[in-house]
Structure formats: structure tokens, C-alpha cells
């Protein structure tokens, strides 16, 4: 059986048919509209409508990032592309003629790699995704948590810091200021802007504004500065992951999205650190801490087979 998979970033449209074993079996990216949100579904269809073309296709599955509701239809939020109570279930479906299935798009890459990938044999996964911001997504029992309205796993927005660094979502002292792509960058720009002779590598990469791929190639130089900012970001993204451990209780953490591709220079920090705040430390069991195994198809993957099991 085929289905469709659709990710839908700020600024790319992702596609692909997938088989039941969860392989892509073609793929198209088109650019996201995101100046008229009301063209999203028209690019969406079009999408399909070319990966459709001489296959039969069982349904579609939509990742996007935004709160979707408990009926899998409506995107009542979406930051990247000024969605609100946006009908993207109907309107897909009216232009393609086929089943369509909304989903968060961290919650579809959380199933993806669930099903398909660093998750496969766990029946209790949470999935963070580390970019921009962060996203999460719950699999317990074998089944995709979303909550009583569609809008659980908002992970990144756990208050972390009472009255911290003002946030997206409109609060102060979210998890995602302090563990996310956007937090390793401040961290870097503040360690140079005190000590730019601890960042003399980092500096010279950035020649002007840092950025995220200088912090991760000055790390890897051995940049002092960059070499903290990777640090401070693994202890807050432990800690996180210690607290979660505390509430969920899952086999296996998943660490997934652009910042986990420089995973070899924090990911031991996290390690440790998640093992040296877990409660309850020497008296339990300790969930594995895994990297993502399915890259930049994974929302694409999980959102396919969510449309399969509608």
C-alpha cells in the first residue's frame, strides 16, 4: 500500500510515496509560499498530484508545525506561516480527491522514527527535535500521544527559567531558549562579545554576525568559546531530559533535527549530564539516549504512515 507523506517547513515543502516498510520511494521539495499562507494547500496538492501520477494512492498524511487539533484537520496555530484555524485537512482533500491526515510535524517524525527508525522494537519513546527551536513528540504504548485537544508534546515550551529569556510563544524562560539552535548562537555571540580571546577561531569564521554553522566548524577547530556554548547546551538539554525522565518514564530518548548532525560534539555531555540529574539515580533503570536515525525524511515517513493507519 502507498501513501504520501507531505512535511511542511517556513521554507521548504517536502514530499514523498512511501511503502508500508516505511522506504521512500520518490520524493519532490517545492518552496513554501510562506508570504500567502492561503497558496500552502494549493502547493501541497500539487505535490501530490505529481507524485500520484500513474500510482494508486491510499491516502496522504501533512506534517506541519503548529498546534493541530484532536481531529487531525484544523491547524488553530502555526508561527512560520500565520495559520490560524486554518481548515488544511478540507482543503488538501477537495483538491486531491483523497483521505487526508493533519499531524504536528514533530509528532510525525517522533512516529517515524518510532516505527522505521532509532526507535524501532520501543514501545515508550519521546522524540526531541533540536533546531531552530524545539519540538517533541510522545509514542507510548505503541501509540502517538497528542493530548485531550490535539496539543500535547509542546516539550520546548516547559518553563525552565522563571521569568528567563522571552520566548515565541509569547512566555518567558522556555526550554528551546536554552537547549535549541537559536540558544547555542546567543551563548556563542554572548562567551565572544566577553572573552573574544577565548573565541579568536570563532570570530575569524564569522567575519561579521555569528551563526550556527560557524559555532559548530569553530568547535570542531578546538574554539574555546564554541566549545562552552556546545557545553552549556548539552547540560540544559540533560537536565531537560532528566525532568521528562521523571514524568514519562520512557525506554529511549530520540535526538533529532539540523543541530543533532553535530551530535559528536555534545551528545556525551548529554549523557552525562541526564544521568547525573536523573531522580531516583542508582535505583533505576536509565533510558537510552539515541540520535535519529531517518535525517530529513523522517517527518515525511511518520506522516505517510499515519495517513496508512488513519
Partial sequence: MLTIGVDIGGTKVGAGVVDDDGTVVAHLLRPTPADRPDLVAETVADVVRELAEGREIEAVGVGAAGFVDETRSIVRFAPNLAWREEPLQKKISDLVGLPVVVENDANAMAWGETRFGAGRGQSHVVCITI????????????????????????????????????????????????????????????????????????????????????????????????????????????????????????????????????????????????????????????????????????????????????
Avoid at 540558544?183 to 555569528?210: D, K, M, N, Y
Avoid at 559548530?216 to 574555546?224: H, S, Y
Avoid at 548539552?234 to 521523571?246: C, E, R, S, V
Fill in 131 to 310: 533546531g531552530t527551536g524545539i519540538g517533541g513528540g510522545l509514542v507510548f504504548d505503541g501509540r502517538l500521544f497528542r493530548g485531550h485537544w490535539g496539543m500535547g508534546a509542546e516539550l520546548g515550551h516547559m518553563q525552565v527559567v522563571p521569568g528567563g529569556r522571552l520566548c515565541g510563544c509569547g512566555q518567558h524562560g522556555c526550554w528551546e531558549q536554552y537547549a535549541s539552535g537559536n540558544a547555542l548562537v546567543l551563548e556563542a555571540r554572548e562567551i565572544a562579545a566577553a572573552h573574544p580571546e577565548r573565541a579568536e577561531i570563532l570570530l575569524g569564521l564569522a567575519g561579521g554576525t555569528i551563526e550556527g554553522e560557524e559555532v559548530t566548524e569553530a568547535a570542531r577547530r578546538g574554539d574555546q568559546a564554541a566549545l562552552q556554548a556546545f557545553d552549556t547546551l548539552a547540560d540544559w538539554l540533560g537536565q531537560g531530559l532528566a525532568d521528562l525522565a521523571a514524568i514519562l518514564d520512557p525506554g529511549c530518548f530520540i535526538l533529532g533535527g539540523g543541530v543533532s548532525r553535530a551530535a559528536d560534539l555534545f551528545v556525551d555531555r548529554v549523557r552525562e549530564t541526564f544521568e547525573q540529574r536523573l531522580t531516583g539515580r542508582g535505583h533505576r533503570p536509565v533510558a537510552e539516549i539515541r540520535l535519529a536515525e531517518l535525517g530529513a525524511s523522517a517527518g515525511v515517513v511518520g506522516a505517510a504512515d499515519l495517513a496508512r493507519h488513519r
